[in-house]
């Protein structure tokens, strides 16, 4: 009897840690109007074709782990919170694979991705199979198979892909979704659709680039990301076409970004984000410019004496002619004073009348054409 006892508790274990590899939460709510959608598995939108077989029979798994070749869609997969998920167990080392049978084709001519949402707590980066059979249908070659292979995957987590398939020229008479693991191992598989978005899933806001003495900062947020990698920052010159700026790569994740260009070229300097998608496709910010000053970078400014009394001299170099604003500011922020220069190329003076500041410590700054240039503490 205790023996009994404590095998049940071995297979108890043993079970237990069989299920501790499921996903604990389901893949990300599928974010695309229904309008946009054909589905094929997904438990947010209403299925455009009957599925015939989940699991054909050609394939090399079993679904949900069970020993049944052809569970159909009314069989139970694993489910979280009521929401279905295919769960693939691969079991036959002559391949790993299983295609979706659809009982009737999708024409899939008109949309612009095909999406799946995969987890494996054990495989490796899976690939995918578009497989059309054509006009001239099945039994009549050819028959065409496009191979969908994701740029980026993350063991024990949802991999949400959307593979673009504007290129792909047989999607018409689409018959199967086939999914190809690497080897012995698990695949949860979600929100099987093509879709018609033309804009991926993150959205871009406040993206705002500003001139600084030595180098140009770019910030931006996101007020959503879906499924999404990270930006590539890419710039140009009036001249020249935009290139990515060696190494900016900005990882997503977050919400705000910040990037420092330290080799802004002199004029115009016009800017853009790639923004990237975890299966490589990817689409462009708008174009943000700036004018930057490189004659004026290394202007300095000069306060003399410093501690100051009643009268401060300033003294700086301008590279250009133009407007400079002196101003004095507490270490507050606070703006106490600002005085406009007609600033001549080279060598320019000027007295400010402090008798009246407090003791303090302040900041004077000089600003040529809009942009601060330098500045100095001083103490009074
Ligand atoms: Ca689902
Ligand atoms: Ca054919």
Redesign the pocket.
């Known amino acids: 009897m205790k023996k009994n006892y404590l095998t049940f508790l071995g297979l108890m274990t043993t079970v237990l840690s069989v299920q501790a590899q499921d996903p604990t939460v389901n893949a990300p709510t599928p974010p695309y109007a229904s309008s946009l959608v054909q589905s094929i598995f997904s438990d947010t939108y209403t299925n455009a074709v009957t599925v015939s077989q989940f699991n054909e029979s050609t394939g090399r798994a079993q679904l949900n782990g069970l020993a049944i070749p052809n569970p159909g869609a009314g069989n139970p997969n694993l489910n979280i919170a009521g929401n279905q998920i295919l769960k693939y167990t691969f079991t036959n080392s002559t391949g790993y694979y299983t295609p979706i049978l659809l009982a009737t084709t999708i024409n899939a001519s008109s949309d612009r991705y095909l999406h799946i949402d995969i987890y494996t707590p054990n495989g490796g980066m899976p690939k995918f199979k578009i497989i ?13 198979e496009v191979v969908l292979t994701p740029t980026s995957f993350t063991q024990g987590a949802w991999n949400s892909y959307d593979f673009l398939i504007t290129s792909v020229a047989n999607k018409s ?1 689409v018959w199967k979704i086939l999914i190809e693991g690497t080897g012995l191992f698990d695949y949860y598989v979600d929100n099987v659709y093509f879709h018609a978005s033309t804009t991926l899933p993150v959205a871009l806001t406040d993206f705002v680039v500003k001139a600084f003495s030595n180098s140009v900062v770019l910030n931006w947020k996101t007020a959503s990301e879906e499924k999404f990698n990270g930006f590539e920052v890419e710039h140009r010159t009036d001249n020249a076409d935009f290139k990515a700026i060696n190494g900016a790569f900005v990882s997503g994740g977050k919400n705000t970004y910040s990037y420092t260009h330290n080799n802004p070229a002199n004029g115009n300097n016009y800017y853009r984000l790639k923004m990237v998608d975890q299966d490589g496709t990817f689409e462009y910010s708008d174009i943000q410019a700036v004018q930057f000053d490189l004659a004026g970078a290394d202007v300095k400014i000069q306060c003399y004496p410093n501690p100051v009394t009643d009268q401060l001299n300033i003294r700086f170099n301008a590279h250009t002619v133009g407007e400079a604003i002196i101003s004095l500011q507490d270490l507050q922020g606070r703006t106490i004073s600002q005085t406009k220069v007609n600033a001549t190329s080279g060598d320019n003076q000027s007295v400010m009348n402090t008798s009246s500041l407090n003791k303090g410590v302040y900041l004077v700054s000089i600003s040529l054409n809009g942009k601060v240039l330098d500045s100095q503490k001083i103490v009074k």
């Open positions: 059309d059979y054509g006009p001239d249908g099945v039994s009549t070659a050819p028959n065409s008479n």
